[in-house]
Every structure is written in C-alpha cells, then in structure tokens.
Nanobody, 121 residues
C-alpha cells in the first residue's frame, strides 16, 4: 500500500521561506514523476510543481515560477519543495503524489494527510 507523508508546513510571514518534505513508500519512488499540489477551500486543488523520475526535468505553475524549487532524493524516497518569497496566496494544504497512479497501489483517490502552510503577518 502506498503511503505519502508530507511535513514541514507551518506559519510564515510574507516574504519568508519554508521547506516541505514528502516521504513515500509502497512503490518504486525512483521510477515515477512526482508532483506537489496544494488545496485551498476557495480555489480547490491545483498542481504546484513536478519533477521527473531522474530529477532532470522540472515544471512549475506560473504562480510559483521563480519562487519555488522542487527536488528529490531517490536514495531517501523523499520529495522536497523549497518555497521562498511567499505570499498570503500561498496559504493552502500541500500534498505530494506520483503523477501517474497504479490501481495496484490502492484507491486511486488516495492522498496523504498533507501539510498546512499559512502565510500571514
């Protein structure tokens, strides 16, 4: 069974930084493109960034381009999101997930518990 455990969230002032981590288990992490997503009650869930299996190609949503950096450590089965120059609009619950999902891993609507990020003064 796949498990995704996000951590590193918290409260930060506008302009501040946070580093999120996601530890994955139950699948071969190093073979899959991984993504960070965020969910806000007003906007729903949106993709923030993704990184290919080798860590060579990264894609970012336009609203985080130049501020956030996604990375991974395949030896530790861990995905990271470095967030800088944060704004109140970055307030959300952040989740990680493989970009493709095998039915063998469990329910296709599975998401980890997420980590809350709050940006305010």
């Amino acid at each position: 069974q796949v498990q995704l455990v996000e951590s590193g969230g918290g409260w930060v002032q506008p302009g501040g930084s946070l580093r999120l981590s996601c530890t994955a288990s139950g699948f071969t992490f190093s073979r899959y493109t991984m993504g960070w997503y965020r969910q806000d009650p007003a906007k729903g869930r949106e993709m923030v960034a993704s990184i290919d299996a080798e860590g060579l190609r990264r894609n970012y949503a336009s609203f985080v381009q130049g501020r956030f950096t996604i990375s991974r450590d395949n030896g530790k089965n861990t995905l990271y999101l470095e967030m800088t120059a944060m704004t109140p609009e970055d307030t959300a619950v952040y989740y990680c997930r493989p970009n493709s999902w095998s039915p063998a891993w469990g329910p296709t609507d599975y998401w980890g518990q997420g980590t809350q990020v709050t940006v305010s003064s």
